[in-house]
Nanobody
Framework: QVTLVEAGGGSVQAGGSLRLSCAAS????????MGWFRQAPGKEREGVAI???????EYADSVTGRFTISKDNAKNTLYLQMNSLKPEDTAMYYC???????????????WGQGTQVTVSS
């Protein structure tokens, strides 16, 4: 059974940092593309960053230079380091697995339950 469990969300002031983690079980993440997505109230879910099995990454323009996606295959865990956070980054953040390796499309098969990130000005 595949499960994804996010952690690390919270409330920070603008300019602060958070590190999200996504612990996977039931499969080995090294073989699959994974991504981070977010959804703010009243808005559609959007792609934030994806990483493929070789470690190649892709970012949304809005987070390029501020966010870094990475993974630890030994720990079977996906990460999202978020720096220079802005109020517009406020959203529920989800990790996802088994999906497209390009294009930041939300066509992923497995999803975590989400972790809330709130950035105050």
């Amino acid at each position: 059974q595949v499960t994804l469990v996010e952690a690390g969300g919270g409330s920070v002031q603008a300019g602060g940092s958070l590190r999200l983690s996504c612990a996977a079980s039931g499969y080995r993440i090294r073989y699959y593309c994974m991504g981070w997505f977010r959804q703010a109230p009243g808005k559609e879910r959007e792609g934030v960053a994806i990483i493929d099995s070789d470690g190649t990454t892709e970012y949304a323009d809005s987070v390029t230079g501020r966010f870094t996606i990475s993974k630890d295959n030994a720990k079977n865990t996906l990460y999202l380091q978020m720096n220079s956070l802005k109020p517009e980054d406020t959203a529920m953040y989800y990790c996802a697995s088994h999906g497209p390796c390009a294009g930041l499309r939300a066509a992923y098969y497995y999803w975590g339950q989400g972790t809330q990130v709130t950035v105050s000005s």
